[in-house]
């Protein structure tokens, strides 16, 4: 399987997820940097992104529009910084339809991170909420089924 | 790593609340009983002060609560605001997850990603 190791770290916000692929760097570069690649992965199935707006350079934006069964809903990116073919970081929001970050709904920083393994392609992803009140919309825009084995995952989580 | 990188503004309660040991135990203590701060105090080889200023961190956090009891104040873990901070990760991993799975069926030669199948990539 693909993904090799995710960890998280509560104290940091920070979720690390490393990834191996069989294929060259360019090619799991060309996932990230063509939108038309990108729109076929970074939604789920049901909720597949279409990226309106793709400027893929320091500074720029990117913005998509998932839609699904439920209605759309629109996220945009800023584009922190660059480095073809082995880094990427950006900030990632909810906006409004016209691209605008909606500052009320969770946003995150994502770094990507690709370097040659073994003849093929090691991804590592760290995405970082901005801040607790990020992660508890996150909790609170609906997508977290709730609050099953709320007592009993404590030492897990603080051990 | 990024944490250098975190002014003191955007260091958020959670991460105060959790990086240290000391907080990290009192929450454990106080999702199984739920003791005075100064029953609490008696426990760690630090002042009532100091025992004091870690409960103050954690409620701010939203981890504890405070609840008066005659002239004591006692002290209990909010369990589902635990419990939430480990939600959130939770989902977060399954989006990566989902993520890491499409692209491998993009990167998997001469395969149509196919989400509805995908056990049958066999890697040599």
Same mark, same amino acid.
């Given at each position: 399987m693909s993904v090799t190791s995710v960890k998280t770290d509560y104290a940091n916000l920070t979720l690390t997820l490393i990834a191996d692929f069989d294929a060259p760097i360019?090619?799991?570069?060309?996932?990230?940097s063509d939108p038309r690649q990108l729109e076929r992965w970074w939604g789920p199935p049901n909720h597949p992104a279409i990226f309106e707006k793709y400027d893929l350079a320091p500074g720029g934006q990117a913005t998509y529009r998932m839609a699904g069964p439920?209605?759309?809903?629109?996220?945009?990116?800023?584009?922190?910084a660059l480095d073809p073919p082995t880094s990427l970081e950006f900030v990632n929001a909810y906006a409004d339809p016209d691209g605008t970050p909606d500052?009320?709904?969770?946003?995150?920083?994502?770094?990507?991170?690709?370097?040659?393994?073994?003849?093929?392609?090691?991804?590592?992803i760290?995405?970082?909420?901005?801040?607790?009140?990020?992660m508890e919309r996150m909790i609170d825009t609906g997508t977290v089924e709730g609050l099953r084995q709320a007592v009993g995952q404590i030492d897990g989580l603080i051990a | 790593m990024v944490v250098g990188e975190l002014t003191e503004d955007t260091v958020d309660g959670l991460f105060h609340a959790?990086?240290?040991?000391?907080?990290?135990?009192i929450l454990r203590r106080c999702a199984a009983d739920?003791?005075?701060?100064?029953?609490?105090?008696?426990?760690?080889?630090?002042?009532f002060a100091a025992v004091q200023k870690h409960v103050a961190v954690l409620e701010r956090a939203g981890l504890v609560t405070k609840?008066?009891?005659?002239?004591?104040?006692? *002290?209990?873990?909010?369990? &589902?605001?635990? /419990?939430? +901070?480990?939600?959130?990760?939770?989902?977060?991993? =399954?989006?990566?997850?989902?993520? *890491?799975?499409?692209?491998? &069926?993009?990167? /998997?030669? +001469?395969?149509?990603?196919?989400?509805?199948?995908? =056990?049958?990539?066999?890697?040599?």
């Open positions: 360019e090619r799991v570069w060309d996932l990230w439920d209605g759309a809903m629109w996220g945009a990116w800023r584009i922190r500052t009320t709904m969770p946003a995150f920083t994502v770094t990507v991170r690709l370097t040659e393994r073994d003849g093929g392609t090691r991804m590592e760290h995405e970082r909420f901005e801040s607790r009140e990020d | 959790l990086a240290d040991p000391t907080r990290r135990d739920e003791p005075s701060v100064s029953r609490l105090a008696r426990a760690y080889p630090m002042s609840e008066p009891r005659g002239r004591e104040q006692l *002290v209990r873990t909010d369990t &589902a605001a635990v /419990a939430r +901070a480990r939600q959130a990760f939770d989902d977060l991993e =399954s989006t990566w997850r989902g993520r *890491v799975d499409r692209m491998s &069926a993009l990167l /998997a030669p +001469a395969t149509e990603p196919e989400p509805k199948n995908p =056990s049958s990539r066999g890697a040599g």
